[in-house]
């Protein structure tokens, strides 16, 4: 089993910076792949990027490339998700994700497990 919770989420201002934090226990966690996705008020859940086991890679999707960035310290078992720049498009409850493998994808089924999620709410 994998546990997964995720903090740090709350109500900042368009153009602030917030970032999440997503602390992971259980076997074979330090190896897997993490992602992070979310979802806003009336829409399914979208990948918002990934970071492979080693910490070595990360990837996003093109709404959040620039602005956004995954970070882990495996030491901690913790994965991050920095936010800056953000925008009132980026409210929605953010879930952190365990996946099957080491490298993983932008697919919600290559992920076994998943935290409970956090609000972020950017206001104008």
């Known amino acids: 089993q994998v546990q997964l919770v995720e903090s740090g989420g709350g109500l900042v201002q368009a153009g602030g910076s917030l970032r999440l934090s997503c602390g992971f226990s259980g076997r074979t966690s330090s190896r897997r792949a993490m992602g992070w996705f979310r979802q806003a008020p009336g829409k399914e859940r979208e990948f918002v990027g990934r970071i492979t086991g080693s910490g070595g890679n990360a990837y996003y999707t093109d709404s959040v490339q620039g602005r956004f960035t995954i970070s882990r310290d495996n030491a901690k078992n913790t994965v991050y998700l920095q936010m800056d720049s953000l925008k009132v498009e980026d409210t929605a409850v953010y879930f952190c994700?365990?996946?099957?493998?080491?490298?993983?994808?932008?697919?919600?089924?290559?992920?076994?497990?998943w935290g409970q999620g956090t609000q972020v709410t950017v206001s104008s």
């Open positions: 994700a365990a996946g099957r493998g080491s490298f993983g994808d932008e697919r919600e089924g290559e992920y076994d497990y």
